[in-house]
Antibody, heavy 118, light 107 residues
Framework: EVQLLESGGGLVQPGGSLRLSCEAS????????MSWVRQAPGKGLEWVSA????????YFVDSVKGRFTISRDNSKNTLYLQMNSLRAEDTAVYYC???????????WGQGTLVTVSA | EIVMTQSPATLSVSPGERATLSCRAS??????LAWYQQKPGQAPRLLIY???TRATGIPVRFRGSGSGTEFTLTISSLQSEDFAVYYC?????????FGGGTKVEIK
């Protein structure tokens, strides 16, 4: 059974930093691309960032370019999202998702809440 | 950026009836279109990819169709567990983008 478990969310002041982690199990993590998708309270879904299976290529939505970094450790079956210079508009539940069918989000974690507030 | 527009925003349907949800792309996405279902307090679930291929374990009452810029998700004979919010997503071009969602509610 595929499982994705996010951690690292919490309350942070504007301008602060957080690192999210997503621990994967139940599938060959190193074979698949991964993404982060967020959902602001009461709002829709927004793709944030993606990384290829090897980690060689990364992609970001414009609003987080230069502030967020995505990475993975295939030896630990773990995906990361380093978030710097956080803004109030980054407040959301952050989901990690596994991309199996070609940049779709086939499996999702339960999400971790990031709140950016003074 | 490809803008995905879903309609209607809310769809009121009686159990057992058919629901038809629409998704329009601002430019062609070929068949690189997925549909997701999200229930309150839960993560989304992949229903359809490639515009018309059901994901693993998805019931046959969910049917996706379309290509290019116009797509439809049809849910035949709505069950109680189908009342939820549905999102479309294009993966033809970066950035990956979602539609705003259609809420299917009980009439």
């Amino acid at each position: 059974e595929v499982q994705l478990l996010e951690s690292g969310g919490g309350l942070v002041q504007p301008g602060g930093s957080l690192r999210l982690s997503c621990e994967a199990s139940g599938f060959t993590f190193s074979s698949y691309a991964m993404s982060w998708v967020r959902q602001a309270p009461g709002k829709g879904l927004e793709w944030v960032s993606a990384i290829t299976a090897s980690g060689g290529n990364t992609y970001f939505v414009d609003s987080v370019k230069g502030r967020f970094t995505i990475s993975r450790d295939n030896s630990k079956n773990t995906l990361y999202l380093q978030m710097n210079s956080l803004r109030a508009e980054d407040t959301a539940v952050y989901y990690c998702a596994c991309d199996i069918s070609g940049w779709t989000f086939d499996y999702w974690g339960q999400g971790t809440l990031v709140t950016v507030s003074a | 950026e490809i803008v995905m527009t879903q309609s209607p925003a809310t769809l009121s349907v009686s159990p057992g009836e058919r629901a038809t949800l629409s998704c329009r792309a601002s430019q062609s996405v070929s068949s690189n279109l997925a549909w997701y279902q999200q229930k309150p307090g839960q993560a989304p679930r992949l229903l359809i990819y490639g515009a018309s291929t059901r994901a693993t374990g998805i019931p046959v009452r969910f049917r996706g169709s379309g290509s290019g810029t116009e797509f439809t998700l049809t849910i035949s004979s709505l069950q109680s567990e189908d009342f939820a919010v549905y999102y479309c997503q294009q993966y033809n071009k970066w950035p990956l983008t979602f539609g705003g969602g259609t809420k299917v509610e009980i009439k």
